[in-house]
């Protein structure tokens, strides 16, 4: 059974302090000035900060020992450094961590949005699954976040924030003590060594905001996360996909699912604006495509949907000189779901035929379905916990 590992009724977040935890270099420079630090100590004061937030992971302004007192006494009494509030923390059995986080309103927002994160821990890399946006507007008829309406795009501070929360709870800060619930991590240095936009969202609707968050987790005096260990997943914003790959240069993932337009019309909505002959253009066309910086396809496995033999043949035709790798993904069911996942031995002469075609096409192993963190489960509204997750998790507040 999984565990439900902290949770707290949901109350709105209000904080009278921004935090400054997230933030890029430019806004952390604007904090500096705003609060009276004279232009000629700038980017000292700068590079103090960002070493604290970024390399050693401060909570507390008090912690930052080589920062004046009358500057932190300054910058605490103005901001904070607080991350993403959790609501519920849920660890699977195979290790898994999902956080339903609590973000703070903005506007004219009647309740603090919520959002998910999910932690794949695997033996020689921890991966961190991210959100982009609250809720979504694709409506991919698979997916249950889709079944959630788009709230708000999340700030690039929100979406770093994300990163740091899930260091703070996994003890991945120099120094820092594991985590005392026992669930396993990787046995490797870094616990986090990679990133994917494949939370909630279409990360290419929020665009500005994902690649400004980008850039601080790849900075490589910070959090010193490599751009070809990011993995931006989109279902196909045509548009935008050169502009990512000239500003962002990160990895490259196509949420695909479907062969042929009448199909992925239905699977991915978003087709009837962006068919898939324009979508295969724009992967041919990406900036620093190579057979070192190859295009990842996600094709969700449908039992007799998507999942026919000639399905696989038509896929390794599609993808003709794409430097390519298939990610054949076994569907995650959701409750009101009207798909099915393939059979096993069905995915596998799919996968034995796009293999013969010389592409990687490992099939993802289904992780942290029993706390519906899998790809394609995450959907926010903590509505949607069980009467007796509810019960477990009240006892535990």
């Not at 232009?39 to 004046?68: E, H, P």
């Not at 870094?190 to 987790?217: C, H, Q, W």
């Amino acid at each position: 059974m999984h565990a439900i590992l902290q949770a707290g009724a949901p109350q709105p977040l209000v904080s009278a302090k921004a935090s400054l935890a997230g933030l890029g270099r430019e806004g952390l420079r604007a904090a500096l000035a705003g609060v009276g630090v004279p232009d000629k100590q700038l980017n000292m004061r700068l590079g103090q900060l960002w070493s604290w937030i970024y390399v050693r992971g401060a909570t507390d302004f008090n912690d930052m020992s080589d920062v004046s007192k009358e500057l932190r006494a300054t910058l605490a009494s103005a901001y904070c450094l607080d991350r993403p509030e959790i609501v519920t923390e849920q660890a699977s059995v195979d290790g898994t961590r999902k956080w339903l986080l609590r973000l703070p309103i903005r506007g004219h927002e009647a309740r603090a949005p919520e959002i998910e994160t999910v932690y794949i821990p695997e033996a020689d890399r921890g991966t961190l699954c991210i959100s982009s946006q609250v809720g979504c507007t694709l409506t991919c008829s698979f997916c249950h976040t889709g079944t959630q309406r788009l709230v708000r795009n999340l700030e690039a501070s929100e979406v770093v924030g994300q990163v740091l929360l899930a260091r703070d709870r996994i003890g991945d800060w120099p120094a820092a003590a594991p985590p005392r619930d026992g669930a396993p991590l990787p046995a490797i240095e870094r616990k986090i060594t990679n990133v994917v936009l494949m939370g909630m969202g279409e990360p290419l609707y929020n665009f500005a905001s994902v690649r400004d968050a980008m850039a601080v987790v790849a900075d490589g005096d910070g959090l010193a996360i490599s751009k070809r260990r990011i993995t931006l997943s989109t279902s196909g914003v045509v548009p935008e996909i050169p502009r990512w790959g000239e500003e962002a240069g990160t990895m490259l993932a196509i949420s695909l699912h479907a062969v042929r337009d009448e199909l992925r019309d239905k699977l991915v909505p978003i087709n009837r604006k962006y068919p898939i002959t324009e979508l295969m253009a724009a992967c041919r066309a990406y900036p620093g495509l190579s057979n070192a910086r190859r295009i990842t396809f996600e094709y969700v496995m449908l039992k007799g949907v998507n999942d026919s033999l000639a399905d696989a043949k038509a896929l390794v035709k599609l993808l003709a000189g794409i430097p390519a790798k298939i990610n054949l993904i076994p569907f995650n069911p959701w409750p009101g779901t009207a798909h099915e996942c393939s059979d096993w031995e069905q995915i596998e002469r799919f996968a034995e035929i796009v293999n013969r075609a010389g592409y990687a096409s490992p099939v993802r192993t289904p992780r942290g379905r029993d706390i519906m963190a899998a790809c394609g489960q995450l959907r926010s509204e903590s509505a949607k916990l069980s009467a007796r997750e509810r019960k477990v998790a009240q006892g535990a507040a």
